[in-house]
């Protein structure tokens, strides 16, 4: 059993999950405004699909039905739940 | 008179909305800018069955109505109607993606709440079968309460039905009067969308096989940058090799004009005017044509395929090592075929210190511009030996052109980014579209359209500025014994400046050459065309070519500084209006002249001497 508190960034690579909780005051707004623009949003469901090669690289990640780029800290930001199965 | 009804083509990037105007307009297409703004308008006509003619516009993306960059802007002031220079729009298309149809739907809801007239084209509805999904038009067109229809625009399928369903729209009473108030909070209009999303969908399996299949190599960690270099590598390599055969036509076809011209009329003023001024000035630039039509459709392809995105999220970490974005890399790799729409890509860079430093290292990227400079030289000064099976060394010395470029866009945008555009970064955040199979008619388009800006330069700018440089050099006439190139009005010119230039390993015809080369950089070729040519006139007769003329005179240290004055030189005057435009006053394009040439000259000057120095001089 996954612990029911990560973020996205520390989420294992295809692991299905929902978002818990996002801590928008973490982003600035710019960022916040583009994520609900991708329908970033409570309950929706994600999965982290790849890595860039260098740390602190971006993240690509399944946010509903899009696949967005987004960088580490951004990431933190997003907690989620991981589905179990 | 009553004007044909404006309809806006409306909706999120990725949506495949250029697709289907180019669909529905064919090459009926205007293309304009908004006044005041540096935006693109593209406008096109089409007729409805009854006949009726419609202006079809097509608004830059976005994802909803609270714009972030000028593009949005104008999308959101077409649409509410206060767009100066924009009629109020009739009705609207809007473009959804039916493959992802909870996000999409929302921009569809908020634009819905302005009580335009308008109809939802449902795209790409052959990627969500192929994908497995199902989705209930009838039902989603009650939620909606909106007419929808299902198009495949780069197949032109669903057409027909979308034209009938406008016509009804329009003719439903338009009431095109601006619009003030938006409903901004998009929260609620996604939550909507989702609903309505899971009530029209009938069965939604996991997405995007064949995306997340080429993704698991293309984001690879180690595969990914590997795959990467090698497209890159291709694309240069074939900026070359596949260009020899069609170059070779344009010469024939140039020489063939220039032989009859001189047989036809009788030898006087008007006649060494047009073969020395126009057609061979002209023709030394058309020439690359066939290079940088090559290098587009690279671009083009990357682009539409939706891997140019992926490279940018490749790239981001190196970029942000220097303070820039994975975003940046897109308007800079558009720059090696023209600084201009490089320029003008930045746009989509949300943070304006990250979008001010990604336009002053522009023009550092080796444009199409600069290719007719370094093909001449290389040519002359390169043998075409090769290196490895398929590498040559002539590609090779482009490809250290190229990277030399690139690692000065490198440092000045780590030095900038302390210094005249400090602040923190704006961060990457970017939609990945699934991977498509380009249309061919779409990148004809696209191509079309550049070698048109081409063409017209060479027709315009390029034409006036070697014709004045022929009646500059070629007048007054030097007594016999003195050197045309020297006593001529330009001569006296480039004599001064050479004062400057000669410690960099520069000779006269070259400091000729740099003058007009400002206003565009390809006319140094015909420059240096026209002053050879000029001075063979009285030595040896007949017409040689260029790269052998130069290969007699320039040393290779020469040569070679030349090229590195060209890998940083100063850009066209197009580029410096256009960086003038987008940034609103003349301080940050001036702050760009002076440290290109600064580099240029340091950089010509070191090359040329350390050539000296191991004895090429």
Redesign the interface.
């Known amino acids: 059993m996954l612990a029911p508190n990560l973020n996205l960034a520390q989420l294992p690579r295809t692991q299905q999950a929902t978002v818990a909780s996002i801590e928008w005051e973490r982003m600035s707004p710019t960022e916040a405004r583009r994520l609900r623009e991708f329908g970033l949003d409570e309950g929706v469901d994600i999965e982290l699909l790849h890595r860039a090669m260098l740390a602190g690289g971006p993240l690509a990640c399944r946010i509903g039905r899009m696949t967005v780029a987004l960088r580490a800290h951004v990431a933190g930001a997003i907690r989620v739940a991981p589905l179990a199965g | 008179m009553n004007p044909a009804p404006l309809v806006a083509l409306v909706g999120n990037p990725n949506a495949g909305k250029t697709a289907l105007f180019n669909a529905l307009t064919g090459a009926r297409q205007k293309v304009g800018n908004y006044p005041g703004v540096t935006v693109e308008r593209h406008s096109g006509r089409l007729a409805l069955d009854d006949g009726r003619p419609v202006e079809l516009v097509d608004l830059p993306g976005t994802?909803?109505l609270?714009p972030?960059s000028p593009d949005e802007a104008v999308t959101r002031d077409v649409v509410l109607g206060r767009q100066a220079g924009e009629r109020v729009p009739d009705a609207m298309i809007v473009v959804a993606d039916a493959?992802?149809?909870?996000?999409h739907l929302?921009f569809v809801l908020q634009l819905k709440s302005l009580g335009r007239p308008m109809v939802l084209a449902l795209n790409m509805i052959d990627m969500a079968a192929r994908d497995g999904l199902k989705i209930d038009l009838a039902v989603l067109s009650a939620e909606l309460d909106l007419p929808v229809v299902a198009t495949v625009a780069v197949r032109k399928r669903g057409l027909d039905e979308l034209r009938a369903a406008l016509a009804a729209a329009l003719s439903g009473g338009a009431r095109s009067a601006p619009i003030d108030e938006v409903d901004a909070d998009?929260?609620h209009f996604?939550?909507e969308a989702?609903r309505i999303a899971r009530t029209a969908v009938v069965e939604q399996p996991r997405?995007?096989a064949v995306?997340?299949g080429v993704?698991r190599i293309a984001?690879?960690?180690?595969a990914?940058?590997i795959l990467l270099l090698a497209i890159l590598f291709v694309m240069f390599q074939a900026v070359f090799s596949w260009s020899e055969a069609p170059i070779g036509w344009i010469e024939g076809a140039q020489g063939w004009l220039a032989d009859t011209t001189v047989a036809t009329l009788p030898d006087n003023f008007l006649r060494d005017l047009l073969v020395e001024g126009v057609i061979n000035g002209v023709g030394s630039v058309v020439v690359f044509l066939p290079q940088i039509l090559i290098l587009f459709v690279f671009i083009l392809l990357l682009e539409a395929s939706g891997y140019m995105?992926r490279a940018?999220?490749?790239m981001?970490?190196?970029m942000?090592g220097v303070g820039l974005s994975?975003r940046a890399f897109i308007p800079l790799l558009s720059s090696f075929a023209c600084a201009i729409p490089g320029i003008m890509a930045t746009r989509s860079i949300?943070?304006p210190k990250e979008r001010l430093t990604t336009i002053l290292i522009a023009p550092l990227m080796t444009c199409s511009a600069r290719l007719p400079v370094y093909a001449v030289i290389i040519g002359a000064f390169i043998p075409a030996r090769q290196v490895l099976p398929g590498v040559g060394l002539q590609g090779l010395v482009l490809l250290v052109l190229y990277l030399t470029g690139i690692l000065g866009a490198v440092i000045a945008a780590f030095v900038l980014r302390r210094t005249a555009t400090k602040g923190v970064g704006?961060?990457?955040?970017?939609?990945?579209?699934?991977y498509q199979l380009p249309s061919i008619r779409d990148i004809a388009i696209g191509l079309w359209q550049r070698a048109y800006v081409f063409l017209r330069r060479a027709g315009t700018i390029i034409l006036q500025v070697t014709v004045a440089l022929w009646l500059l050099t070629s007048y007054p006439v030097a007594p016999a014994g003195v050197k045309q190139s020297e006593y001529s009005i330009a001569g006296r010119i480039a004599s001064g400046l050479e004062v400057v230039l000669r410690p960099i390993g520069f000779n006269h015809e070259m400091s000729l050459a740099v003058i007009p080369a400002m206003a565009a950089r390809e006319v140094a070729v015909s420059a240096l065309q026209t002053v050879y040519a000029i001075d063979a006139a009285d030595e040896e007769q007949g017409a040689q070519e260029l790269g052998g003329r130069l290969a007699g005179r320039w040393s290779l240290a020469t040569a070679l500084a030349f090229l590195a004055w060209f890998v940083f030189a100063p850009q066209c005057l197009s580029t410096i209006a256009v960086a003038r435009r987008e940034t609103n006053g003349w301080k940050w394009p001036l702050v760009m002249i002076g440290y290109l040439f600064a580099l240029a000259y340091i950089a010509a000057g070191a090359t040329y001497w350390t050539a000296v120095a191991f004895g090429l001089g």
């Not at chain 2, 493959?99 to 996000?103: A, E, F, I, V």
């Not at chain 2, 984001?219 to 180690?222: A, D, G, S």
């Not at chain 2, 704006?426 to 699934?434: I, K, N, S």
């Open positions: 994802y909803s609270d972030s493959t992802n149809l909870d996000n929302r998009i929260r996604q939550r989702r997405s995007r995306t997340r993704d984001l690879h960690p180690v990914g940058p995105v940018a999220f490749l981001d970490r190196l942000s994975g949300d943070d704006g961060g990457f955040l970017m939609e990945m579209p699934r």
